[in-house]
Protein backbone atom coordinates (compact mmCIF):
# COMPACT_ATOMS: atom_id res chain seq x y z
CA UNK A 1 0.00 0.00 0.00
CA UNK A 2 1.09 3.31 -0.75
CA UNK A 3 1.91 5.84 1.93
CA UNK A 4 -0.71 9.00 2.71
CA UNK A 5 0.11 12.34 0.39
CA UNK A 6 -1.08 13.65 3.48
CA UNK A 7 -3.08 16.93 1.58
CA UNK A 8 -6.72 15.72 1.82
CA UNK A 9 -6.78 12.50 4.43
CA UNK A 10 -4.61 11.67 7.64
CA UNK A 11 -1.10 10.69 7.38
CA UNK A 12 0.57 6.90 7.84
CA UNK A 13 3.37 5.15 6.60
CA UNK A 14 2.56 1.42 6.09
CA UNK A 15 -0.38 -0.68 5.14
CA UNK A 16 -2.05 -2.77 8.18
CA UNK A 17 -3.56 -1.06 11.06
CA UNK A 18 -1.73 2.37 10.56
CA UNK A 19 -3.64 2.91 6.91
CA UNK A 20 -6.84 1.38 8.75
CA UNK A 21 -6.96 3.93 11.12
CA UNK A 22 -6.54 6.43 8.56
CA UNK A 23 -8.96 5.63 6.25
CA UNK A 24 -11.38 5.47 9.65
CA UNK A 25 -10.67 8.72 10.81
CA UNK A 26 -11.09 10.48 7.15
CA UNK A 27 -14.39 11.45 7.54
CA UNK A 28 -13.83 13.08 10.90
CA UNK A 29 -10.90 14.49 9.53
CA UNK A 30 -12.42 15.71 6.73
CA UNK A 31 -14.84 17.40 8.77
CA UNK A 32 -12.42 18.80 11.41
CA UNK A 33 -10.29 20.33 8.26
CA UNK A 34 -13.43 22.45 7.18
CA UNK A 35 -13.70 23.53 10.67
CA UNK A 36 -10.12 24.75 11.08
CA UNK A 37 -10.19 26.79 7.46
CA UNK A 38 -13.86 28.28 8.50
CA UNK A 39 -11.85 29.41 11.40
CA UNK A 40 -9.28 30.76 9.80
CA UNK A 41 -11.18 32.28 7.35
CA UNK A 42 -12.45 34.74 10.27
CA UNK A 43 -9.08 35.25 11.68
CA UNK A 44 -5.68 34.23 12.09
CA UNK A 45 -5.03 31.37 14.41
CA UNK A 46 -2.22 29.27 16.25
CA UNK A 47 -2.83 25.20 16.28
CA UNK A 48 -3.26 25.57 20.00
CA UNK A 49 -6.47 28.53 19.63
CA UNK A 50 -7.93 26.69 16.95
CA UNK A 51 -7.95 23.52 19.26
CA UNK A 52 -9.31 25.87 21.81
CA UNK A 53 -12.19 27.09 19.62
CA UNK A 54 -13.01 23.78 18.45
CA UNK A 55 -12.70 22.18 21.74
CA UNK A 56 -10.33 19.79 19.80
CA UNK A 57 -7.56 18.00 20.91
CA UNK A 58 -4.00 19.61 19.61
CA UNK A 59 -3.15 16.27 18.29
CA UNK A 60 -6.09 16.30 15.98
CA UNK A 61 -5.77 19.78 15.06
CA UNK A 62 -2.12 19.96 14.31
CA UNK A 63 -2.20 17.42 11.39
CA UNK A 64 -5.42 19.50 9.81
CA UNK A 65 -2.85 22.33 9.82
CA UNK A 66 -0.70 20.37 7.91
CA UNK A 67 -3.09 19.02 5.45
CA UNK A 68 -3.95 22.53 4.65
CA UNK A 69 -0.97 24.07 3.73
CA UNK A 70 -0.17 21.13 1.70
CA UNK A 71 -2.53 21.89 -0.15
CA UNK A 72 -1.99 25.25 -0.16
CA UNK A 73 -5.04 26.94 1.79
CA UNK A 74 -3.45 28.68 4.14
CA UNK A 75 0.03 29.44 5.20
CA UNK A 76 2.17 31.07 8.68
CA UNK A 77 1.65 34.76 8.90
CA UNK A 78 5.17 36.55 9.69
CA UNK A 79 3.54 36.77 13.58
CA UNK A 80 3.98 34.05 16.31
CA UNK A 81 2.10 33.84 19.75
CA UNK A 82 2.57 31.86 23.21
CA UNK A 83 0.88 28.41 23.25
CA UNK A 84 -0.63 26.33 26.16
CA UNK A 85 3.46 25.39 26.82
CA UNK A 86 5.01 28.90 27.09
CA UNK A 87 6.49 28.50 24.02
CA UNK A 88 6.19 30.14 20.89
CA UNK A 89 3.68 28.89 17.69
CA UNK A 90 3.35 29.96 14.25
CA UNK A 91 0.13 31.87 13.25
CA UNK A 92 -1.93 30.59 10.47
CA UNK A 93 -4.39 32.29 8.23
CA UNK A 94 -5.84 31.70 4.73
CA UNK A 95 -3.72 32.55 1.85
CA UNK A 96 -3.54 35.73 0.39
CA UNK A 97 -4.98 36.44 4.09
CA UNK A 98 -4.19 38.92 6.83
CA UNK A 99 -0.26 38.97 7.54
Known sequence: MIASPYHDMPGFKAGGTSAAAAFGFKLTADSLRT??????????????????RLHESILSIRPRLSELNTAGLIEKTTTRRRNASGLYAHVWTVKGGQP
Not at 36 to 43: A, N
Open 35 to 52: KVFELLQKEPLTADECAA
